[in-house]
């Protein structure tokens, strides 16, 4: 603004003044059209950026099924197969979010592609344990006993009782068909609801409080199972070693459904195969757990090529199984694994002269001089892995016997705890099993959580004098002539401790036992006897005592059910009627009448109604302090060591693990499909 | 002849319809059947089977129904050629043996073989240099694989075949031969194998006929005819070989009914020891789990070729030895 007051300049200056203010402006104004230009073209360039980015988003979306996170490595196995065309690559094989397994334990190693693993086994049923080793489940154990997802992308469970399943998109059976809900609901609604292949309904597992599931199927890679009460059994089950099935490949067993197979085909397959009718063939066929049809499509790392029967079966890789490693390359790692067939005595044989890769089963602690003597010679080593079992071997006192006199001399607690007194642990520890075992009663072992070691002590200390002292407070007197107790009708104690099989094992331990129940007063007879009849005479009562091995599952946690506490099932030899009762409600058997062991049934009961892990901690809790009371089984040893054969070379196999059926299923939860062999190894084992 | 071979070939009826009902009652004898057995050792994995999945397999197999009717089943499969269906393996028993039965021929014809070529010359040795060292030491090895049990002389044998010889431990090849064609390899691998049954079967069967022959021979050699013979200035080996030989031959052929069953069930508990790809561990197991008709077809099939076995050699020995043949005729 021009100051009025001010002395009028010249009129350049005022030219000057209104040239710069003139130039200025001008400059202003062609600051601003710059800028405005400028923002124009800022606008324009992100504009043109965001649709670009937009479009290469969509060019990503659109082959997303090719794409994914990790670059996938294929095997060069199926390198011939894949160039030939016979084979799609790998990154269409492999579902779109593969399981990415991390290797990050102490002792893993990354490892490469390559190899054969070969094992022995005794049987052709033993295929079967190739599903065990290859473990592949919808959930599984993983190696601290929690479950994780595998086959299925997630799991949510509500309330305990309803369980939503996502599968992984892309996800191909090993004969490439897609593995979607429609194999679950096949099963379900085609087989386990079909009266002629589940003559009496879909299975037991299936069943909460006699109740049946609502199966919903949410979309293709969704599905919802919901009972009105919480079913902690649903999910072990499907991890187990041998595990419950909930699906079945839908698109090859439709064949051998009267449902969807046209008829005249059906029956023409049907007397081809000499079978009975269409659902003998259906079950025939349809078997995922064992192994025994080469054109079955399975999820499993490793499939069967080899029809029955035969010696030597050969096991090659799932070309769709859905894990990978960090680096992307496919698991298994090793490419074929051959189970070659042998008499059982020779097994520790064989492998001692380098046979086999691979061992555990039909290896023996009694084995393990020769394995170790060998081992440099044949180029192996051996390992010591746990049993866990609660107890490797414990005597069973038949609760349940027939004899009037001896049933109420076994069932006073005073009495098994007396004869537990009387047992040398320490002596049969250092002879049978050099010392490596952990002396104690049938209980949980120390890695479980809900270990106390006044369980395993409990009666467990070698007394003779307390023993007797016992027996004498019972009225037990003992003879004048040879000082053996005689029973309340005046019949000298002697008692047949029967064992069933072949091992010497048992027969060993029980001569060591003979001598101190000797001091004590009681005469012990050892009868060796099959399996079967073993397990008959007790079921039938005519056994006193037996002798067998413990609590399958010595690490239990408390989401575990207890079932092998109370009186469940036949099997349990110290009162097979008791558990007959249980398992065929009500139809064989006797009701129990013991109150201790009612308490244990209660107890069962409450576990699975229990809503909280508290509580379950506390069931838990109440029925080993019962157990360990009552000393309802005398546990002699546990912690017994299982010699591994594992051939140099081969890697990631622990040098310390658990040798357990359920959980645990062997190998499985150390993962056989990540063992790889060394470069040098390698060309050892091509065959 | 033509009604001698009729009369045979007509008690050989009765004889095996008495045999199949021996071996049916006495597989059956123990109590529980295919499905008790099967359950005991599924239990014994912790596996489960529920009571009506096993009324449900009760059924379809028909353990349900009364024994003597299982028999008859049976025995009408059997003369129409239908040897049953094995449910251990879940295969028609002729599929689950047919692969094995070749392994046991060469098995058995190997030890046949070997029990001719061993004692043929031992046995004429011993004989014709009686009493000399020779004699004792031979007899006495023949003795000594008489006397060890099988089984221990099969262990020991495969244990220095594996020390000296490299060979692997059981089985009648190496394992990655098993179900694959025959190739030269394969046959190379066979025969590794192969002489420790051989031996092992032989030896006992060997020390029986260097006896036999022994015996014989010396009975010849001290005849008339053959002094005769010497006398009159004959050669010594063909005054041996021309006449006492052939006489002394009978045991060799009449044998042969014999050596059958015994190099068959010998050779089962060899065959289980070495695990063997024979038939004698297959039909231990069929035993064992009461696997009723691969069991019972497959004895059925060993009775039938005893009694042929026998009742060729009965005629081979009538062909041999013309004493036989007009024995008969000069009898009546």
Known sequence: MINQYAPARSNRAQTNRAQTIRAQTNRAQTNRAQTAAAQRRSTLLAAAAGLGLLAGALVWGLTANRAHALDIVDTPFFADAVAAGTLAPVADRAPREPLVVKLDRPGQKVGQHGGDIRTLMTDAKDTRQMTVYGYARLVKYDRDFELVPDILKSVDVEDGRSFTFTLRRGHRWSDGAPFTTEDFRYWWEDMAHNEELYPVGPPAFMKVRDAYPQVEILDEVTIRYTWDFPNPDFLPGLAGASPNYIYAPAHYMKQFHVKYADPAELQALVEKEGQRNWSALHTRRGRLYRNDNVELPVLQPWKVETPSPSDRFVFSRNPYYHKVDVNGLQLPYVDRVIVNLTEKKLVAGKAATGDLDLQGRYLRFDDFTLLKQNEKNHGYKTLLWRIAKGAHLALFPNLNNKDPVWREVLRDAEFRRALSLAVNRYEINRVVYFGLALEGQNTLLPGSPLYKPEYREAWSDFNIRKANAILDRLGLKRRRMDGLRMLPNGEPMEIIVETGGTSTEETDVLQLITDSWREIGIKMFIKPLSLDNMRRRVFAGETLISISSGWENGLATAAMSPTEQAPISQVQLQWPMWGQYHETNGKAGEPVDMPEAQELLDLLDTWYRAKTDAEKRQIWTRMLEIQSENVFSIGLVAGVLQPIVVRDGLNNVPEEGLWNWDPGAHFGIYGMDTFWWDRDALKLTQQ | ?332
Do not use: C
């Open chain 2, 1 to 332: 002849m033509l009604g001698y071979l009729a009369h045979r070939l007509l008690v050989m009826i009765p004889t095996l319809l008495v045999i199949s009902v021996f071996v049916f009652v006495i597989i059956q004898l123990p109590p529980g059947d295919y499905l008790t057995t099967l359950v005991t050792e599924l239990q014994a994995q912790g596996e489960t089977m529920s009571q009506e999945r096993l009324e449900y397999y009760r059924k379809e197999f028909g353990f349900g129904e009364p024994v003597v009717k299982q028999y008859f089943v049976w025995l009408f499969g059997l003369l129409q050629g239908n040897l049953g269906y094995s449910f251990e393996h879940e295969l028609p028993v002729a599929d689950v043996v047919g692969d094995r039965a070749l392994l046991t021929v060469i098995v058995s014809l190997g030890t046949i073989i070997f029990v001719y070529v061993v004692s043929f010359p031992i046995g004429v040795y011993s004989a014709v240099r009686q009493y000399s060292p020779g004699d004792y030491a031979l007899t006495f090895v023949g003795f000594i694989g008489l006397a060890t049990p099988n089984f221990l002389l099969a262990l020991v044998l495969m244990y220095l075949a594996n020390e000296y010889f490299g060979t692997s431990i059981g089985g009648l090849m190496d394992d990655q031969f098993k179900d694959q064609p025959m190739s030269w390899a394969k046959m190379v691998s066979i025969l590794e194998h192969l002489w420790v049954p051989v031996i092992v079967i032989g030896t006992s069967g060997t020390a029986g006929m260097i006896r036999r022959l022994r015996a014989n021979l010396l009975d010849e050699l001290h005849k008339q005819y053959v002094v005769t013979a010497r006398a009159k200035g004959v050669p010594a080996g063909k005054a041996l070989i021309k006449y006492p030989l052939r006489m002394a031959l009978n045991p060799f052929i009449a044998d042969i009914g014999n050596i059958l069953p015994e190099i068959i069930s010998g050779s089962a508990i060899v065959s289980i020891v070495l695990s063997l790809e024979t038939t004698g561990p297959m039909l231990l197991r069929a035993l064992q789990s009461q696997d009723m008709y691969l069991a019972g077809s497959f004895l059925m099939f060993l009775a039938l070729l005893t009694v042929l076995g026998t009742l060729i050699s009965d005629l081979a020995l009538a062909a041999l030895d013309p004493r036989i043949r007009l024995g008969a005729d000069l009898a009546k």
